[in-house]
C-alpha cells in the first residue's frame, strides 16, 4: 500500500508569516513529487513539483525533498489571505499519482 | 490553451439510478484520469487511460462502474446502480509531458 501522510490541519499563520506544510511517503521508489493548491469547491491546481533531492523556488513558494527521509515540504513565504486553502501532497510512483488528505491553511489578515 | 472540461458540474439522483459524466481532455494529452474525492479526503483513482486503453482500473468498482475512452480523446464514467456512499467529486485529469497533470473542474454528485 503506497501512502502519503500529510498533517490535516488546520494550519493558522497571520499575513506575511512563512507557512510550512509537511508530507511524508512511504514508497521508496517514488519518482517525484507535487503540490496542489485546493480552494473550497474547486479542483486542485497544480503549485510546483520537485524530482532530486533539495530545494526548488519559484516565487513566494520553496519545494523541498528528502528522499532518504521520505519527506517532502512546501514553504509559502509572505503569506496572503488569498493562499487560504487545502494544500496537497501528491507523489508520482510506478505510472500513478497517490495523494495525501490534505492540510487546510487559513491566512489570519 | 483549454483546459480539461467536464460535464455536469452538478448531479443530484436517488440511490438505484444511474448518472454518466462526461471529460473532454486537453488537447493532445495521451493520459486521462477518473478520480473520486470524497468530501475531506484527497483524490483516489479510479480508473486511468492511456489513449484509448486501459492502464490501470484496480481500484474501480467494477460492480456499479464503467468508464470508456472512445478514438483516445474524450471520455465517460458511469455509475449504476448508484449508492449512498458515492457521493462525492469525481474529477478528470489529463496528461501530456513528464509527470505533470490537469483537473477538469469536478462534478459534484449528490445521491439521495
Known amino acids: 500500500q503506497k501512502e502519503v501522510e500529510q498533517n490535516s490541519g488546520p494550519l493558522s499563520v497571520p499575513e506575511g508569516a512563512i507557512a510550512s506544510l509537511n508530507c511524508t511517503y512511504s514508497?521508496?521508489?517514488?519518482?517525484?513529487f507535487f503540490w496542489y493548491r485546493q480552494y473550497s469547491g474547486k479542483s486542485p491546481e497544480l503549485i510546483m513539483f520537485i524530482y532530486s533531492n533539495g530545494d526548488k523556488e519559484d516565487g513566494r513558494f520553496t519545494a523541498q525533498l528528502n528522499k532518504a527521509s521520505q519527506y517532502v515540504s512546501l514553504l509559502i513565504r509572505d503569506s496572503q489571505p488569498s493562499d487560504s486553502a487545502t494544500y496537497l501532497c501528491a507523489v508520482f510512483t510506478g505510472n500513478q499519482f497517490y495523494f495525501g488528505t490534505g492540510t487546510s491553511l487559513t491566512v489570519i489578515p | 490553451e483549454a483546459g480539461v472540461a467536464q460535464s455536469p458540474r452538478y448531479k443530484i439522483i436517488e440511490k438505484r439510478q444511474s448518472v454518466a459524466f462526461w471529460c473532454n481532455p486537453i488537447?493532445?494529452?495521451?493520459?486521462l484520469y477518473w478520480y473520486q474525492q470524497i468530501l475531506g479526503q484527497g483524490p483516489k483513482l479510479l480508473i486511468q487511460?492511456?489513449?484509448?486503453?486501459?492502464?490501470?482500473d484496480s481500484q474501480l468498482p467494477k460492480d456499479r462502474f464503467s468508464a470508456e475512452r472512445l478514438k483516445g480523446v474524450d471520455s465517460t464514467l458511469k455509475i449504476q446502480p448508484a449508492k449512498l456512499e458515492d457521493s462525492a467529486v469525481y474529477l478528470c485529469?489529463?496528461?501530456?509531458?513528464?509527470?505533470?497533470?490537469?483537473f477538469g473542474p469536478g462534478t459534484r454528485l449528490t445521491v439521495l
Open positions: 487511460f492511456q489513449n484509448n486503453g486501459v492502464v490501470d
Open positions: 514508497d521508496r521508489g517514488s519518482q517525484s
Open positions: 488537447s493532445g494529452h495521451a493520459t
Open positions: 485529469a489529463s496528461r501530456l509531458a513528464y509527470n505533470e497533470q490537469f
